[in-house]
Nanobody, 125 residues
């Protein structure tokens, strides 16, 4: 089992940037892929971005393509989500999660194993 702790959320204005971090512990970080999800009030949890265990491949949901960047530092057991040009519709609780394979359906939360507690991102208009 992997323990995940997210940080970096906050209240920002439209057009601002934030960088979320997720620190992992419990198993060898470089052995699993990672994903970011978000959940807005009254909505289902949705996929945001994923990154392969090696950091060499990434995938994004259409609403964030060109604005968000996922990256990882295996030496620091940390995955990041750089969020630029934030919009009010990006407001949500953001979660990181582990994925023990690469490929297949990245969008389904059921394909992820361990989850953090989430960090709130609020974008005001």
């Amino acid at each position: 089992q992997v323990q995940l702790v997210e940080s970096g959320g906050g209240l920002v204005q439209t057009g601002d940037s934030l960088r979320l971090s997720c620190v992992a512990s419990g198993r060898t970080f470089s052995s699993y892929s990672m994903g970011w999800f978000r959940q807005a009030p009254g909505k289902e949890r949705e996929f945001v971005a994923g990154i392969k265990w090696s950091g060499t491949q990434s995938v994004y949901a259409d609403p964030v393509k060109g604005r968000f960047t996922i990256s990882r530092d295996n030496a620091k057991n940390t995955v990041y989500l750089q969020m630029n040009s934030l919009k009010p519709e990006d407001t949500a609780v953001y979660y990181c999660a582990t994925r023990w394979s690469w490929g297949g359906n990245y969008y389904a939360a059921s394909g992820y194993s361990d989850w953090g507690q989430g960090t709130q991102v609020t974008v005001s208009s």
